[in-house]
């Protein structure tokens, strides 16, 4: 792996910050100085300032997301983040983005070419979120959702949709657009009074208080991998 990346698995920098350790001089690759293209393989010898540098243990947690805690890991105005509510070492960091006000389960991990998978569209992981809306969407509706809807940045792919009470939707969909479900029921004239999901790539919250989070437990994490 790039000799930034390595850095950045071993929680010593962002990797834009390992560039400039590296710029500075301050990183030795089994006793020479790294340059930015370095690639650097577990059996070679880091040191930054002299001080070895060893791979962080790939780390995977499930999180709980309680409303009020915004998905980032720093927030410029200061709010709590996912990040708070989880250990500080090893460093992980959310797969992807829920709304602040959205509760649900969130994916942590260091496992950054995993985490990139994840996000990419091409792997359709599924996503099932129930949404309290404002009025009662009739079956036209419904069949709009499932079928796609115009918004902004194109038409949504077909999504399972289900009710599950007057005013609660369940929607399942693989595609993870900015504000997607919100913009999606806005979209058909009932805006998302509370939003929670409830699924990601077959992950659950079941058994986890908002705001705890657990390791996976190894079959998962093959599972993610697969
Ligand atoms: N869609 C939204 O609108 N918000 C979320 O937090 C997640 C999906």
Do not use: C
Request: overall charge positive; hydrophobic content about 35%; glycine content about 10%.
């Amino acid at each position: 792996m790039r000799l930034n990346a390595y850095l950045a698995r071993a929680g010593i920098a962002s990797r834009r910050g390992a560039d400039d350790l590296i710029k500075a001089g301050r990183v030795l690759v089994n006793g020479e100085p790294g340059q930015l293209n370095t690639f650097v393989e577990s059996r070679d010898r880091v040191t930054v300032d002299g001080t070895p540098v060893s791979l962080q243990r790939l780390t995977y947690l499930l999180l709980h997301k309680p409303a009020g805690v915004v998905t980032t890991a720093r927030d410029p105005q200061g709010r709590p983040t996912v990040v708070d509510l989880v250990p500080k070492e090893p460093r992980v960091v959310p797969v992807g983005r829920l709304d602040a006000d959205t509760t649900g389960v969130l994916l942590m991990t260091n496992d950054g070419p995993l985490a990139h998978r994840l996000a990419h569209p091409r792997y359709e992981i599924e996503k099932v979120y129930e949404a309290e809306v404002g009025g009662r969407p009739a079956e036209d509706v419904l069949r709009a959702l499932r079928e796609g809807v115009e918004l902004e940045d194109g038409i949504t792919a077909p999504a399972k949709v289900r009710r599950v009470g007057d005013h609660r939707i369940e929607l399942t969909i693989h595609e993870g657009r900015n504000r997607q479900v919100k913009r999606m029921f806005e979209a058909v004239g009932h805006p998302v009074r509370s939003l929670h999901r409830s699924l990601y790539a077959g992950l659950t919250v079941q058994g986890l208080a908002p705001g705890k989070w657990r390791p996976l437990t190894r079959a998962e994490i093959q599972r993610l991998h697969s």
